[in-house]
């Protein structure tokens, strides 16, 4: 069984910047594909970013291209999302999530799930 677990969450200012980490166990995690979604009050969830399991294939939701970089440090056993020139809409729940694939795309249904991170941008 995967294990994913967010962490970088937290409160910044409209145009700052954070980034999340989520840190993976279980089998062969480093082969598989990993992304973001996220949920904001009111809304579904909505695909952020996939990596593909070396890191050479990216993804991102139209709303977070240009703006949000996902990477991976396999060595690590850790994804990240470095989230600049953030929003107050990018105000959500961010989940960290695994695919069994060694590629994912906005289409591709996540396989795990974590618990989530809150990230807050205030206007």
């Known amino acids: 069984q995967v294990q994913l677990v967010e962490s970088g969450g937290g409160l910044v200012q409209t145009g700052g910047s954070l980034r999340l980490s989520c840190a993976a166990s279980?089998?062969?995690?480093?082969?598989?594909?990993m992304g973001w979604f996220r949920q904001a009050p009111g809304k579904e969830r909505e695909f952020v970013a996939a990596?593909?399991?070396?890191?050479?294939?990216?993804f991102y939701g139209d709303s977070v291209k240009g703006r949000f970089t996902i990477s991976r440090d396999n060595a690590k056993n850790t994804v990240y999302l470095q989230m600049n020139s953030l929003k107050p809409e990018d105000t959500a729940v961010y989940y960290c999530?695994?695919?069994?694939?060694?590629?994912?795309?906005?289409?591709?249904?996540?396989?795990?799930w974590g618990q989530g991170t809150q990230v807050t941008v205030s206007s």
């Open positions: 999530v695994g695919y069994r694939g060694s590629s994912a795309s906005k289409n591709s249904p996540p396989n795990y």
């Open positions: 279980g089998r062969t995690v480093s082969n598989s594909a």
């Open positions: 990596i593909s399991s070396g890191g050479g294939v990216k």
